[in-house]
């Protein structure tokens, strides 16, 4: 981690996560787009490979490329992952069209949950009847 924190590309590193500098992706992204791997940027910019993991370059590519297509230049200067993330929209903003998209969306997760936990207690009765 320490490594890692001194590194002029990072912001903020944790146990689980690095947080990289919006200049530093923007960077990135532009070196890709000239040809550049994902590994060859990130060692170009003194990371190491077997410090951050081999894949870390393609996946912090991949998700940047996606929040540059969606959000443009903004999708790289505001975080939009997590709980203090920037880029989201306070439930308070969204249009009724949202609010019922996400409802939706959580009566499945919640449909979902529901019958995974009654298939899971059908399995553990069936257990127990086999044990005795």
Same mark, same amino acid.
Request: proline share 3%; charged share 35%.
């Given at each position: 981690?320490?490594?890692?924190?001194?590194?002029?590309?990072?912001?903020?590193?944790?146990?689980?996560?690095?947080?990289?500098?919006?200049?530093?992706?923007?960077?990135?992204?532009?070196?890709?787009?000239?040809?550049?791997?994902?590994?060859?940027?990130?060692?170009?910019?003194?990371?190491?490979?077997?410090?951050?993991?081999? $894949? =870390? +370059?393609? !996946?912090? &590519?991949?998700?940047?490329?996606?929040?540059?297509?969606?959000?443009?230049?903004?999708? @790289? /200067? %505001?975080?939009?992952?997590?709980?203090?993330?920037?880029? $989201? =929209? +306070?439930? !308070?903003? &969204?249009?009724?069209?949202?609010?019922?998209?996400?409802?939706?969306?959580?009566?499945? @997760? /919640? %449909?979902?949950?529901?019958?995974?936990?009654?298939?899971?207690?059908?399995?553990?009765?069936?257990?127990?009847?086999?044990?005795?």
């Amino acid at each position: 981690m320490g490594q890692l924190e001194v590194n002029a590309h990072v912001l903020h590193v944790s146990e689980k996560s690095i947080s990289y500098s919006p200049a530093f992706k923007l960077a990135a992204l532009k070196a890709y787009q000239q040809g550049k791997t994902p590994q060859e940027i990130f060692i170009d910019a003194g990371f190491q490979l077997d410090v951050i993991g081999s $894949r =870390k +370059p393609n !996946e912090c &590519l991949k998700r940047w490329r996606s929040a540059h297509a969606l959000h443009g230049e903004d999708g @790289l /200067l %505001e975080e939009r992952r997590g709980k203090g993330a920037t880029g $989201r =929209k +306070p439930k !308070e903003d &969204l249009s009724l069209e949202e609010e019922l998209k996400r409802a939706k969306a959580q009566i499945k @997760l /919640l %449909e979902m949950e529901n019958d995974f936990l009654k298939k899971l207690e059908e399995r553990e009765r069936q257990v127990r009847a086999s044990k005795h």
